[in-house]
């Protein structure tokens, strides 16, 4: 249905090329995508439903911060916080969705620092993040203790 056209794009972590890089990793761990929306469009920024069985994913993109911004890092810290605020204003606890924010690997410190597994895991939220090269790592509330332990 959606197709995948990551090495087509220049090496920059557009939120465009960090959503398609999710949109072609989401089979790999059993979604598929059903509604995509573009960054003028609003509502929720990948829609996908597992292919098994009725369960759904809502998953918010952020890119990287202009090069308008004073500072990379507190760009960064403020598209974090608004896509932590929109995924928030999106989780209805009766339809029982997942719910994930995709970022560049950049934000993967900030994460970290901001988020605890606990909350994660009660909101059923996940991050993905992407790198350079199109990689997507999925990091749920289990990978976000193990990587805070370690």
């Given at each position: 249905?959606?197709?995948?056209?990551?090495?087509?794009?220049?090496?920059?972590?557009?939120?465009d090329?960090?959503?398609?890089?999710?949109?072609?990793?989401?089979?790999?761990?059993?979604?598929?995508p059903?509604?995509?929306?573009?960054?003028?469009?609003?509502?929720?920024d990948?829609?996908?439903?597992?292919?098994?069985?009725?369960?759904?994913?809502?998953?918010?993109?952020?890119?990287?911060?202009?090069?308008?911004?004073?500072?990379?890092?507190?760009?960064?810290?403020?598209?974090?916080?608004?896509?932590?605020?929109?995924?928030?204003?999106?989780?209805?606890?009766?339809?029982?969705?997942?719910?994930?924010?995709a970022?560049?690997?950049?934000?993967?410190?900030?994460?970290?620092?901001?988020?605890?597994?606990?909350?994660?895991?009660?909101?059923?939220?996940?991050?993905?993040?992407v790198?350079?090269?199109?990689?997507?790592?999925?990091m749920?509330?289990?990978?976000?203790?193990?990587?805070?332990?370690?």
């Amino acid at each position: 249905m959606f197709g995948c056209w990551v090495d087509w794009l220049p090496m920059v972590n557009s939120e465009d090329r960090i959503q398609n890089a999710v949109v072609c990793f989401l089979p790999s761990i059993g979604y598929r995508p059903m509604a995509l929306r573009t960054t003028k469009e609003p509502g929720v920024d990948i829609k996908a439903r597992h292919e098994s069985y009725s369960r759904y994913f809502e998953i918010e993109v952020k890119g990287e911060p202009g090069k308008a911004a004073k500072s990379q890092s507190s760009g960064r810290e403020v598209r974090f916080i608004t896509a932590l605020g929109q995924i928030l204003t999106r989780i209805n606890p009766d339809r029982h969705y997942y719910y994930g924010i995709a970022f560049p690997d950049t934000y993967k410190d900030l994460a970290m620092r901001r988020v605890d597994p606990v909350l994660m895991k009660t909101l059923r939220l996940s991050f993905f993040f992407v790198n350079e090269s199109g990689r997507v790592e999925h990091m749920d509330w289990r990978d976000m203790r193990r990587s805070k332990a370690a």
